[in-house]
């Protein structure tokens, strides 16, 4: 069974970095888009970055571009988003999700295209 496992979560000062981790468990993924979201209460989810695993290609939402980098360790089966320059907007619960099926960025960050998601890891922006 597919699952994905999110770490790294934590406080973090604002101007801050963080590392989040993805582990995906029981499948080698590759021609596959893997995706961070974020979720804030009372809102939806909200896609931040996305990478294709064979490629490397990558996409980003506009809240986080220039300052969030998405990459995977192909061996590790691993995906990390590398916040860097962390706001308090930035505070949230973190997913990582795995598309089984989308192989084009068109639409990317819509929550249907994706079949496994992990359970999620906290972000705490303190100032």
């Known amino acids: 069974q597919v699952e994905l496992v999110d770490s790294g979560g934590g406080p973090v000062e604002a101007g801050g970095s963080l590392r989040l981790s993805c582990q995906i468990v029981?499948?080698?993924?590759?021609?596959?888009?893997v995706t961070w979201w974020r979720q804030v209460p009372g809102k939806e989810a909200e896609g931040i970055a996305g990478i294709y695993v064979a490629s490397g290609n990558t996409q980003y939402s506009d809240s986080v571009k220039g300052r969030f980098t998405i990459s995977r360790d192909e061996p590790r089966n691993m995906v990390y988003l590398q916040m860097d320059n962390i706001q308090p907007e930035d505070s949230g619960r973190y997913y990582c999700?795995?598309?089984?099926?989308?192989?084009?960025?068109?639409?990317?960050?819509?929550?249907?295209?994706?079949?496994?998601w992990g359970q999620g890891t906290q972000v705490i922006v303190v100032s």
């Open positions: 029981s499948f080698i993924p590759s021609k596959n888009w």
């Open positions: 999700a795995l598309s089984m099926t989308r192989k084009n960025a068109f639409h990317l960050f819509i929550r249907a295209n994706f079949d496994h």
